[in-house]
């Protein structure tokens, strides 16, 4: 091969590696939230989010990878860059938005509380959470909720790493009532807590969009993304993965 072909063969190579190197994303979700991220028998992750993920990436032909994430973790983890995106179930808050940058949203959900079947709780404000001991997964705008409202109004407050905790603890008699995203917690009830526990009542004025959490400034990323979730909702496969889960429509 001519010394010129070869040059430009190289160089080819070269802009083609750079080019599957900007395509791989790295995806972090919690895979302790069911149903939207959860780990399976064989240590695989799953669930709604885990799905929308691998969507969207087919959508912008991008190669990715999901991976396990503490929730404590994941806004200090894609600050330092190791992953690229988080699709976790994660609120689009005024304080997150000072650290990150959001997609718009891909969900929509209210807050609820559940409580255990004989409750005599009759109502979710804060004046009937009154001497009660109210639970929720820590660093949550469901915990911001009830640090800011319910525990003002003289609740004791115990926040947790993880949902499931939360939940077992309100299974074992060990706190009056749980707050949580409403299809989180309605799921859990149809499974785990039949048995035990009821919906009380949606937290009226707590609905907030969940959104993919991207590191500030990474607007072309940011970008294709907005434009997959468009894409999805638009050919009817986010339809089909919501329908996954839930008999209604989350948008």
């Known amino acids: 091969m001519k010394p010129v072909l070869i040059a430009a063969a190289v160089a080819l190579l ?5 080019a599957s190197a900007q395509e791989a994303i ?3 979700t919690e895979g302790a939230y069911p149903p939207f991220n959860f780990v399976q028998p064989d240590g695989s992750l799953a669930g709604l989010d885990v799905d929308m993920a691998n969507a969207l990436c087919a959508e912008m032909k991008a190669e990715c ?3 396990a994430q503490d929730w404590d973790g ?4 894609l600050m330092g860059k190791k992953f690229d995106a988080v699709i976790a179930s994660m609120s689009i808050t005024e304080e997150r938005k000072k650290q990150v940058d959001f997609t718009d949203k891909y969900y929509t959900t209210p807050l609820a509380v559940a409580v255990p079947k004989d409750s005599d709780l009759k109502g979710v404000t804060a004046a009937d959470m009154e001497g009660k001991t109210v639970g929720a997964q820590a660093a949550t705008t469901q915990a911001n909720y009830a640090d800011d409202v319910y525990a003002k109004g003289g609740a004791d407050v ?3 790493p993880t949902q499931d905790e939360a939940a077992a603890d309100m299974q074992n008699g060990r706190v009056d009532a749980l707050i949580s995203d409403k299809f989180v917690v309605v799921d859990w009830l149809n499974k785990d807590g039949k048995d035990c526990c009821r919906l009380l009542g949606d937290v009226p004025g707590t609905e907030t969009e969940a959104g993919i959490a991207i590191r500030k400034g990474d607007d072309a990323l940011r970008e294709r993304f907005n434009k997959a979730i468009k894409a999805i909702v638009a050919n009817g496969t ?4 919501v329908a996954k889960y839930f008999p ?3 948008y």
């Open 65 to 67: 990878t999901i991976v």
């Open 26 to 28: 790295r995806i972090a």
């Open 14 to 18: 070269g802009l083609t590696q750079m």
């Open 248 to 250: 209604f429509d989350i």
């Open 158 to 160: 115990k926040l947790y």
């Open 74 to 77: 994941m806004i200090p983890g």
């Open 238 to 241: 986010y339809g089909k993965i």
